[in-house]
């Protein structure tokens, strides 16, 4: 079954040094990915997805996130944070036999000024 | 473009009441979806629809009733609130079934409180 996962609850960066959010997949034949951002009590913010092509994708924001097939990975970027980037991420993939997202579990950014 | 729209943003109900969530999408999109987010439970899909007329239960269906009477709307009904329903609901909808990879677009949420 389609699933994503999310190794690290907490990153903490200093504004302006790069950013990795990461993210593993576990998908049977070409997946789609996707990156959303979450900031207090707001709702879920589309960044960014990989449907077929360039690894390198670019999104909202910034970001960018680079798919490798080799590695089952889809880590999100961003070459400088910013304090305004401190929010709650989420990887996700949609699973085609019950019609929705499959989320992992978040990983909430905090960067320090 | 309005996008997902959700009503009302925050609702305080008695155990045992019943109330609507709203929500509306102006993309003319054919799925539609709720979800609840809880700590350390994530997002959990509680009903979708495929299109109007089409409704089917997600992971958490339990207390929920939905309609597609429309393609714009999608309101999720809490029959008898209970304090287990204690959560943010958050709309969602894509042009077509999330497998397909379209993008799926979320509401700003609905913060619940039952007591």
Known sequence: AQSVAQPEDQVNVAEGNPLTVKC???????????????YPNRGLQ?????????NL?????????????SQTSFHLKKPSAL??????????????????????????????? | NAGVTQTPKFQVLKTGQSMTLQCAQDMNHEYMSWYRQDPGMGLR????????GITDQGEVPNGYNVSRSTTEDFPLRL????????????????????????????????????V
């Open chain 1, 24 to 38: 593993t997949y576990s998908v049977s034949g070409n997946p789609y990915l996707f990156w959303y951002v979450q």
């Open chain 1, 83 to 113: 304090v305004s980037d401190s929010a709650l991420y989420f990887c996700a993939v949609p699973r085609s036999n019950d019609y929705k997202l499959s989320f992992g579990a978040g990983t909430t950014v905090t960067v320090r000024a």
């Open chain 1, 57 to 69: 994708v670019k999104g909202s924001y910034g970001f960018e996130a680079e798919f490798n097939k």
């Open chain 1, 46 to 54: 589309f960044l960014l997805k990989y449907i077929t092509g360039d």
């Open chain 2, 79 to 114: 029959l008898s609130a209970a304090p287990s329903q204690t959560s943010v609901y958050f709309c969602a909808s894509s042009l077509r079934v999330p497998s397909s990879g379209n993008t799926i677009y979320f509401g700003e949420g609905s913060w619940l409180t039952v």
């Open chain 2, 45 to 52: 899909l509680i009903h979708y629809s495929v299109g109007a």
